[in-house]
C-alpha cells in the first residue's frame, strides 16, 4: 500500500521547499527558507555535494502527514472473536492502543503487559497470561528475540492460535506467524531517515550521538540504520554511540549522555532511538551548560502535546511513523485474516518529519487513523 501523499506545507515553509526542488533539478533556489528550529533541512545547498542535495529532496517529501489508503474489508469479521496482545509499558509501545482498535471490531481483547526494566522474565510471564485467555489471534511486541519464548509460541501453535509479530528485527513473519508489523525493514528505514534528517540539516560533516539501548532490538537496528545513513550521506561525519538502558533511571541516563557530551565537545547533534529514553534530557544540557550546543532528534513523539514541544526546540526534531496506528494496522491483518482476505504480512510503515515549521497536534500518527480503519472495516458510526 502506498501510504504517503500530498497536503498544504505551511507557507513559511515553501519557499525551503521550492529551494530543494531547484536543486533536484540543477537549477538555481527561487526563494530563501525561513528561520527557525526545523528549517536549515531544507536551505539552499549550493555547492554541496550531490547527494546530500539529493537527501534534502528527499527530507522535504516526508513534511505531509497524509492518512494511510487502507483497502475496505470484504465483509465485516465475525465480532465473536478473541483476541490478545502484549505490549511493554512504556510510551512508544502504546499500551491500551490495541484494545481500542479491537473494540471497533466488537471484539473480546486481553491485553497483557511487561516491564523493561523486570527483563525478559516478565515479558514471558506476559506472554503466558495472554495464552491463558484462549485466544484465536495474539499479537506480540517483541524487544526481545523470539527465541525467548520458543515454548510459548509451539503452545499458540498447538491451540491454532494466529499470531502476529511486532516490531521484531526479523525481515519477515518467524515460523508460525502469520505476519510481521513494524519489524526490520520498518525500523531500518525509520532509523535512516533519522540519518537523512541529521546530516542535511548539519549540512557538512559535523559530529553526532546516536542514543539508544543496545540490548533493545529495535533501539539497535534504528540507531545502526541511522550511523550507516549519515556515513552514506556524511562521509567526513563522526558517530559516537551512547549506550543508554530502560532499566536505568533517567537521571542515570542523562548523566551517561551529559558525560558524553563534555568528553567530546565536537558533538553537535543527539538522536534518540525512541522518546522514551529522553526523559530529563533538557534539564540536564541546561544544568551542565550544553543546551545552546546540540540539537536534539528522536524517535516520534507518542502524543499531540509530545508533538508540539517541537516548537519549544525541544526537541529540535521529530521523526514520526505510525505511532499507536501500528496497533490498528494489526488489528486489520487479523480482520483480513479472519474473513479470508489478502494482506500485506510485512506492511510499509508511514514516516515523516516534524519539525517546527509544520508541526500540528495530530502528527504524532497518519491523519485520522482511528476512522480510516473504521471506514475500512464498515464499523464506522
Known amino acids: 500500500m502506498d501510504w504517503r501523499g500530498v497536503m498544504k506545507i505551511p507557507a513559511r515553509r515553501v519557499a525551503a521547499a521550492c529551494a530543494a526542488l531547484m536543486l533536484s533539478i540543477g537549477l538555481a533556489a527561487c526563494g530563501n527558507g525561513a528561520g527557525g528550529g526545523g528549517t536549515s533541512a531544507s536551505a539552499s545547498a549550493a555547492g554541496q555535494p550531490a547527494t546530500l542535495q539529493k537527501a534534502k529532496v528527499k527530507v522535504d517529501s516526508y513534511l505531509s502527514n497524509p492518512p494511510l489508503d487502507i483497502k475496505p474489508l470484504s465483509k465485516t469479521p465475525d465480532n465473536a472473536l478473541r483476541v490478545a496482545s502484549v505490549t511493554c509499558t512504556v510510551g512508544s509501545c502504546y499500551p491500551g492502543e490495541f484494545p481500542k482498535a479491537t473494540q471497533a471490531l466488537g471484539w473480546t481483547a486481553s491485553e497483557q503487559t511487561y ?20 485466544p484465536d489471534a495474539l499479537a506480540i511486541l517483541f524487544v526481545y528475540p523470539p527465541d525467548v519464548i520458543a ?54 560533516p559535523t559530529e553526532v550521538g546516536v542514543v539508544g539501548d543496545k540490548t533493545i532490538d529495535a533501539n539497535r537496528i534504528s540507531g545502526k540504520a541511522t550511523a550507516d545513513e549519515i556515513a552514506r550521506v556524511s562521509p ?49 544540557l541546561s544544568a551542565a551548560g550544553l543546551m545552546g550546543r546540540v540539537k536534539v532528534i528522536s524517535t516520534g513523539p507518542t502524543s499531540g502535546d509530545q508533538t508540539m514541544q517541537v516548537q519549544e526546540g525541544m526537541p529540535y526534531a521529530w521523526i514520526g511513523a505510525e ?59
Not at 494466529?162 to 510481521?180: E, N, R, T
Not at 559516537?240 to 553537535?268: D, E, F, M, W
Open 151 to 204: 515454548k510459548e509460541i509451539q503452545q499458540a501453535r498447538s491451540q491454532g492460535v494466529k499470531l502476529i509479530d511486532v516490531a521484531s528485527a526479523l525481515d519477515a513473519p518467524p515460523q508460525g506467524f502469520i505476519a510481521c508489523v513494524y519489524c526490520n525493514a520498518t525500523l531500518k528505514a525509520y532509523g535512516g531517515l533519522m540519518g537523512t534528517y541529521t546530516a542535511v540539516d548539519a549540512g557538512g
Open 236 to 284: 567526513d561525519t563522526k558517530v559516537h554511540t551512547i549506550n543508554v538502558s530502560y532499566a536505568q533511571t533517567p537521571q542515570a541516563n542523562t548523566q551517561v549522555v551529559v558525560a558524553t557530551l563534555q568528553r567530546n565537545p565536537g558533538i553537535k547533534y543527539l538522536v534518540f532511538e525512541s522518546p522514551d529514553l529522553m526523559g530529563g534530557i533538557d534539564q540536564a
Open 323 to 381: 505511532g499507536p496506528a501500528y496497533w490498528w494496522v494489526t488489528a486489520d491483518i487479523m480482520a483480513r485474516n479472519a474473513v479470508g482476505d489478502d494482506f500485506n504480512a510485512v506492511p510499509v510503515t508511514a514516516l515523516r518529519v516534524i519539525t517546527e515549521d509544520n508541526a500540528e497536534r495530530d502528527m504524532f500518527a497518519p491523519t485520522d487513523y482511528q476512522n480510516v480503519f473504521k471506514r475500512a472495516w464498515g464499523v464506522e458510526h
Open 115 to 134: 516491564d523493561l526494566a523486570k527483563g525478559p522474565a516478565d515479558f514471558v510471564a506476559a506472554v503466558r497470561r495472554a495464552l491463558q485467555s484462549r
